[in-house]
């Protein structure tokens, strides 16, 4: 199960092959092998990167 980084919404659709968007906080992100990648989705579509944060979703 995939959780939202952010507020740890089980509300999260898969979108890309390791892409996820959050329909609870609206926020997109991506799983990597570092951690994960944060983005604001913009009302044209733009991804705008907030932050990285550590691998607490691995696992
Ligand atoms: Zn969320």
């Known amino acids: 199960m ?3 980084p952010l507020c740890h919404s089980t509300m999260v ?3 890309g092959a390791s ?3 959050c329909r609870n906080c609206y926020y997109e ?3 990597g ?3 994960v990648k ?7 579509g733009i991804l705008d ?3 990285a944060l ?3 979703l691995q696992g």
Do not use: H, P, R, T
Request: some cysteine; charged content about 30%; overall charge neutral.
């Open 54 to 56: 550590s691998s607490q």
């Open 2 to 4: 995939i959780y939202c």
């Open 13 to 15: 659709g898969k979108v």
């Open 19 to 21: 892409q996820y968007y």
């Open 33 to 35: 092998g570092k951690g």
């Open 38 to 44: 944060v983005y604001k989705v913009g009302e044209d």
């Open 49 to 51: 990167e907030v932050e």
């Open 29 to 31: 992100f991506k799983l």
